[in-house]
Each structure stands twice: as structure tokens, then as C-alpha cells.
């Protein structure tokens, strides 16, 4: 009897001695952080609405967008249901549920996301949470928890408070941490006077933030650093220096977004050297195209390169993985299907890798060999492994998904009108 593809194509991997049982054992444990707000274009849930604002931008306008809480949860529902393994879903403060009331963002509690950590428990997944600290008219200048204003800095504040408050919650009912994930817009349009100055004052903010102590196993905190954006193109206060030195000398998470920094300076590269030096790492996941454009991830050679450098590190633990993409000129489940679906087959494709071999020839400065492996590996079977990934993990194989999309858009999403 013919071998199925799978068994063909695990003996090409097997010969370099690797696993692939093993490979999918491990993969079936790494969780990734589905991000909320690719499934509205980070409109949310409040009462009053707010243009989207802090140098971020969201462009197209295809049909069918999530409208409150129970179509957003629909739609995370059926992408998940076609993404292999147990994900995590990553919420911004902005999804809270208030029922009509107007709470602004420095009074939100915990009882607003309790749909939501309803919905999680019944799923088995866990929360992750953001402050929204843009798209409010107490950030229309660009500036928040770095503003000369006292007022506005307190009001970020006590929104950063809050959201830990509710990130404890989501850790406690769901028993697993709640990653919070602090970005803010702070920047100059044009060459400061004293960068020095609002860098003193985001680092009292933070400090004032994170006096008040979670236990790890309930929150985890991040800090995010953007090297511009658009408003910000001479300056933004919380840089990489900033929130690398802020991390480390106060025991939280850096978080690196592949969008963030200069068009030819890759976050796999920086890997390696924070886990050196840091228990954890945080990632958000995107694809800046000429800037941090935030398209939806694609299977490319830096999604690969995160995903071996996290891999060789043997740091799938030590590595909160998210995303962060938002497209609204596609289908917005097919967006998230086709970035998640990317990652977790990026994971995949590194765990096939024989990377002991292949350091031992880097160690012995047999470099023609590297170069030759990495290169015959790139068109090794790859596809039938994970093909049977999906099959095993009882979720659509190949791009047959794209039915569930087609019947999900012409059955639900097109009758949101
Ligand atoms: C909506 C997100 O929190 C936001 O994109 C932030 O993470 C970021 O990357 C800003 O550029
Ligand atoms: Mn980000």
C-alpha cells in the first residue's frame, strides 16, 4: 500500500532526526493571542463614539463589521473554530459592556467584562487586556501619561489602574494570567526641545500605575515601545530604550511589535538577546508594510525567523505571542483566520527544523553546510505535516476554511446592515 503524504513527508524530517509527533505535541500547548480588534476595526463598544486616534490607522470598508458583543464574540467564535490548537483572546478596554451606560474609561470594573470572561470560561481560553489610551478626547493632543497637565496624566492613570484591576479578574476566574499590555501615542509631530522632560514624567506614571501589586499568577504587566507614528514621526516618548531599561529595572515584560521599528530592523533579532536577560517576553505580531501599516500576517521570512528564534531558544514558554493586525478591506474572520493560521503554522515549521544539527555546524564553523541545510529545508514537504496538523486538530485543511467564511459572510455578517 502507498504511504499517505504524511508518512512520506515526516520521513524527510525523521532522517535529520526530528520528531514530528513531538513537534505536534508541543505545538498543541503554545497559545496565541487572538487580538479583539481586528474584528471591528478597534471601534468598541462605547456609548459615545470616538475616531480612532494616537497615529494608528485602520483603512478599507468591506460589509458585515461586528456591532457590539455578541457578533464580536460570533465571529471570534468561528475563527477560532478554524484555527488549530487553544488560543487566547486579547481584549482593549474600549470592549467593555456597559449596557447603555456612559462609564468613561478611567471608571470601567471588572462587572463590564463579564460577558466576556463568561464566554472565555465556557471556551476554556484565556484573557488578555489593553488600556485604550487613544481615541479619547483626553488625548486629542497626542500626549497622556506623559502630559505636562496633571489632570490628564491622573486620568491615564487611574485608566491603566483599572485595567489591571480588571486583568487581575480575568486571571482569577479564568487561572490563567491576564497579560496587560500598556501602549500609549506620546509624541512630537516634529524635533523636540527636551525629550528628556515627558520621559521623566511616563516613567512617574508607570511607577504610580504599578504600585499596586498583582500576583504573576493573575496579571502580567507590558510595556510597548513604537519607534513613530503618524503625529509622532520626530519623537515618541515611550521608545525601545525606554520600555527595555523600564522593564528590566522594574521586573516587566517588554513588548516588542514587529511594526514598530525602522523598516529594516527585525524584532526576530532582538529575541536572543532579551531572553538572556528576561524571564518573559511579550510579541505583537504584525506586518508593517513601508510603516507600521498593521497588515494582516502573511507566512513570511520574518513571521518564520520569530518563530525559530523562539523555538531554538527553547522559549515558547517565556514568549507571550500576539497579534496585531487590522484590515478592513477583507473579510475581518478571514483576516484573523489567515494572520493565526499563519503563526501557528510558522511555529510549526521551526519545530521541524533540525536545529541542534544545525547548530552544531555553526559551532564547528561548517557554514557552506548551514547555508545548504537552511536553504534545501525551505522546500522540504512541509505542507502535508501541516496539513495533517489541522486534520488532527479538527479544523479545516488547506484553504477549505474559505466555505466557512464564504456561508459565515452569507448567512450572518452580510445581514448586519
Ligand atoms: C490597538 C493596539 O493596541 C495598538 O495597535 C498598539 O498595540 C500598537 O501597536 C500601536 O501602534
Ligand atoms: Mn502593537
Not at 513613530?228 to 522593564?247: K, T
Not at 505583537?284 to 500576517?297: G, K, M, T
Not at 513571521?303 to 484590515?327: C, P, S, T, W, Y
Request: proline share 4%; aromatic share 10%; hydrophobic share 35%.
Amino acid at each position: 500500500m502507498a504511504n499517505t503524504p504524511f508518512v512520506e513527508a515526516k520521513t524527510h524530517y525523521e532522517r535529520f532526526g526530528v520528531n514530528v509527533e513531538e513537534a505536534f505535541q508541543k505545538l498543541s500547548t503554545i497559545p496565541i493571542s487572538v487580538h479583539c480588534w481586528q474584528g471591528d476595526d478597534i471601534t468598541g463598544f462605547e456609548v459615545t463614539k470616538r475616531e480612532l486616534s494616537g497615529g494608528i490607522d485602520v483603512t478599507g470598508n468591506y460589509p458585515g463589521k461586528a456591532r457590539n458583543g455578541e457578533e464580536l464574540r460570533a465571529d471570534l467564535d468561528k475563527a477560532l473554530s478554524l484555527i488549530p490548537g487553544t488560543h487566547r483572546v486579547n481584549l482593549h478596554a474600549i470592549y467593555a459592556e456597559t449596557d447603555g451606560e456612559e462609564v468613561d474609561r478611567d471608571a470601567i470594573e471588572p462587572k463590564h467584562f463579564k460577558r466576556w470572561v463568561d464566554w472565555a470560561k465556557e471556551k476554556g481560553i484565556g484573557l488578555d487586556f489593553n488600556p485604550t489610551v487613544f481615541a479619547h478626547p483626553k488625548a486629542e493632543d497626542g500626549l497622556t501619561l506623559s502630559h505636562p497637565d496633571p489632570e490628564i496624566r491622573t486620568f491615564w492613570i487611574n485608566h491603566c489602574k483599572a485595567s489591571r484591576k480588571i486583568a487581575a479578574y480575568f486571571g482569577e476566574e479564568l487561572g490563567t494570567p491576564s497579560l496587560v499590555n500598556i501602549w500609549v501615542p506620546d509624541g512630537y509631530k516634529d524635533t523636540p526641545s527636551d525629550r528628556l522632560t515627558p520621559r521623566k514624567r511616563l516613567k512617574e506614571s508607570l511607577d504610580e500605575i504599578f504600585s499596586e501589586e498583582y500576583d504573576e499568577s493573575l496579571v502580567l504587566d507590558a510595556v510597548e515601545s513604537k519607534l513613530f507614528g503618524i503625529g509622532s514621526e520626530a519623537y515618541v516618548v515611550g521608545s525601545h530604550e525606554f520600555y527595555l531599561s523600564y522593564a528590566q529595572q522594574n521586573n516587566k515584560l517588554c513588548l516588542l511589535d514587529s511594526g514598530h521599528f525602522h523598516p529594516t530592523e527585525t524584532i526576530s533579532n532582538k529575541l536572543s538577546s532579551l531572553l538572556l536577560f528576561n524571564e518573559k517576553v511579550a510579541l505583537h505580531v504584525s506586518r508593517p508594510v513601508r510603516w507600521d501599516s498593521d497588515h494582516v500576517v502573511t507566512f513570511d521570512d520574518e513571521l518564520k525567523e520569530i518563530a525559530h528564534e523562539i523555538i531554538r531558544a527553547d522559549a515558547h514558554e517565556r514568549v507571550n505571542i500576539g497579534l496585531d493586525f487590522f484590515d478592513a478591506s477583507i473579510n475581518r474572520v478571514a483576516a484573523w483566520t489567515i494572520g493565526t493560521r499563519n503563526t501557528v503554522k510558522a511555529l510549526l515549521y521551526a519545530l521541524l527544523e533540525p536545529t541542534n544539527h544545525l547548530k552544531e555546524l555553526q559551532e564547528q564553523g561548517n557554514f557552506t553546510e548551514r547555508l545548504a541545510l537552511l536553504e534545501e529545508f525551505k522546500t522540504y514537504p512541509f505542507g502535508a505535516i501541516w496539513d495533517e496538523y489541522c486534520q488532527r486538530q479538527q479544523v479545516p485543511v488547506k484553504e477549505s476554511w474559505l466555505n466557512d467564511i464564504k456561508e459565515y459572510e452569507e448567512n450572518i455578517q452580510s445581514k448586519r446592515v
